[in-house]
Structure formats: structure tokens, C-alpha cells
């Protein structure tokens, strides 16, 4: 739990698209995850994140993230970001919906200091997820609704971003998980991410699952 309240305290995110790297199975109540992900983008771009998750109980768990991006990424944005995830069907697959939300300012440059703009946005991530715990896909949309400050003129807006995504997971306490997503903004287009997340697991509870292929 130390993991989620430290990330919690200071959280900044990427204005990137950024991709969950969480499958449909939820933590026991009491376990807890910290990970590292790395993601590139089509545009191209590319970030580092950093995430924890903790168990709730009842097949609902939450985590918080904290990311950096890279030097691609052609603007600098500061937030604060948080998801709850819940199991509401465990058979014959687990169907798990996930939803998530962050503010953000974002400073954004150009290649002429005629193109200077801040923007802020409250972003929601509503999302489904279906699969197992080794194999999952699911869908996502991204609603942001904010103002961008452009040419010394605010400009309010709405942004919208559904997107398809698969991955797998690998491991027990220690996993690995490859995932690729792609979207389509009404903003900027389409696009895809390809990332793949490193997760260390500190359990209450041995994990015994091991057919892999269910």
C-alpha cells in the first residue's frame, strides 16, 4: 500500500495517450504492485511510467501512476491520475470494467514561439477488459474536457479517443506484460502505442495458478 500513497502524494502524467497495462484480473484485498512501462508511439513519442495498484477486496482494485515522457514527446504536462478497477464476471473469462481520470496542465512549444499554448483538462477513461490472467482485450474512450490558451486567446474544448488494445501477462511475482493499443483521437488522428510493463508483486497470499493457457 506504501507504493500507491507515495505515487498518490505527486503524480505527474504524460498528456500522451497513455495505455493502462492492467489485465481484467483484479488484486486479492491486501496485495499490492508497483511496475515500470515503457511505451512508444506512431507519431512517434515515446514515455517511462511509473505505477502501483493495491487490492480492495470484492474483486475491485486501484492504482495510481506517475509518468515521464520522453524527449519525443513534444510537450511537458503535469497531472494527477488514479483508476479503480472491478471483477464483475469471473467465468467462463474475466470481464472487468476499469475506470479512470486525471487533471493535467499541459505547456506545449513549437518550432516558432508564435505556437505557444497551455492547456488544462479533466480526462475520464472509461474501459472493458476481457480475457484471463496470462491473455486479455478490451476497449477504451477517452473523454477530456478542458481549455487551451493559444495565441493569447482561451480556447475551450472537447477531445475524444476510443481505442482497441491486447496483451498478455506473464509471471507470478514478478510479470511481464507486452501491449499494444490503437486509437483514434479527434484531435490528432490515429495512432498506435506498443509498450511493455514490468510488475514486481508483494503478496499476502501464495499465487497457485498455473495453467497458463486458461
Known sequence: ????????????VAGCYQ???????????????????????????????LQGRAGLGAGVDAGVRLSFPGELCPYVPVG???????????????????????????????????????????????????????????ARLMIRRGYRMEYGRLQPGWTYAPALLAGASFGDRFRVTPQAEAFWSSNDGFALTLGVNLELHALNRELVDTDWLR
Open 1 to 12: 500500500m506504501r507504493i500507491v500513497v507515495l505515487l498518490a502524494v505527486a503524480t505527474v
Open 19 to 49: 495505455p493502462t497495462y492492467i489485465s481484467p484480473e483484479p488484486l486479492a484485498a491486501g496485495d499490492y504492485c508497483g511496475s515500470l512501462a515503457l511505451t512508444g508511439y506512431s507519431y512517434p513519442s515515446a514515455s517511462v511510467m
Open 80 to 138: 494527477l491520475y488514479g483508476d479503480i478497477k472491478w471483477n464483475f464476471l469471473s467465468s467462463p473469462y474475466l470481464f472487468t470494467a476499469d475506470i479512470g481520470c486525471w487533471y493535467e496542465n499541459v505547456a506545449e512549444g513549437g518550432m516558432s514561439e508564435h505556437w505557444i499554448s497551455d492547456s488544462t483538462w479533466w480526462t475520464a477513461w472509461p474501459g472493458l477488459l476481457i480475457g484471463s490472467r496470462t491473455w486479455y482485450g478490451g
